[in-house]
T-cell receptor
Framework: DGGITQSPKYLFRKEGQNVTLSCEQN?????MYWYRQDPGQGLRLIYY???????QKGDIAEGYSVSREKKESFPLTVTSAQKNPTAFYLC?????????????FGAGSRLTVL | AQSVTQPDIHITVSEGASLELRCNYS??????LFWYVQSPGQGLQLLLK??????LVQGIKGFEAEFKRSQSSFNLRKPSVHWSDAAEYFC?????????????FGKGTKLSVKP
């Protein structure tokens, strides 16, 4: 079955360390997104990519970086510059950016900074 | 700027009772609206969407939503709630002014179901 795989499910990090969250999709979707979710805050967009080798900052990109070397993959790196990285991170994709194409979400990765 | 408001942070209903979750949006033209559901520690699943046409939209799991332009609302309803409906529900709208294809989400309504 097609879908989005995020790994790891849980990740613990010490302050000052960079960590990379994986997002892989086999839906042949063109666009991919990273959202951050905090309790009571809804979802906020970190980065998105509409095509390979291109990506754009979202609303809260500071302290994060991404790459899009393959259509299927859109990893997110949480750098030591992110002041409050403890959160639930959701990856999503869609076939194109037309409004009729709905977002499909992965199961998420929970990052905890110790 | 576009926005989505879900006025209720937490709602508790009894199993078998009816449910209505409120969602208000701000946008000048006809919006594209969505409801997603999230079980604890999981991703989001699409319940239903409204793009145009019939203002009463049917979704999965027995949910429906009604688009009311005059009230800028897109409330989610279910006639009889099941214990498995306990989850967090998010209303969202397509963001026309920013990231192409991105969604703007409300802050969510957590639903608890009493036996």
């Amino acid at each position: 079955d097609g879908g989005i795989t995020q790994s790891p499910k849980y990740l613990f990090r010490k302050e000052g360390q960079n960590v990379t969250l994986s997002c892989e999709q086999n839906l042949n979707h063109d666009a991919m997104y990273w959202y951050r979710q905090d309790p009571g805050q809804g979802l906020r967009l970190i980065y998105y990519s509409q095509i390979v080798n291109d990506f754009q900052k979202g609303d809260i990109a500071e302290g994060y970086s991404v790459s899009r070397e393959k259509k299927e993959s859109f990893p997110l790196t949480v750098t030591s510059a992110q002041k409050n990285p403890t959160a639930f991170y959701l990856c999503a994709s869609r076939r194109g950016t037309g409004v009729a194409n709905v977002l499909t979400f992965g199961a998420g990765s929970r990052l905890t900074v110790l | 700027a576009q926005s989505v408001t879900q006025p209720d942070i937490h709602i508790t209903v009894s199993e078998g009772a009816s449910l209505e979750l409120r969602c208000n949006y701000s946008y000048g033209a006809t919006p594209y609206l969505f409801w997603y559901v999230q079980s604890p520690g999981q991703g989001l699943q699409l319940l239903l969407k409204y793009f145009s046409g019939d203002t009463l939209v049917q979704g999965i799991k027995g949910f429906e939503a009604e688009f009311k332009r005059s009230q800028s609302s897109f409330n989610l309803r279910k006639p009889s709630v099941h214990w498995s409906d306990a989850a967090e529900y998010f209303c969202a709208v397509i963001n026309y002014g920013g990231s192409q294809g991105n969604l703007i989400f409300g802050k969510g309504t957590k639903l608890s179901v009493k036996p």
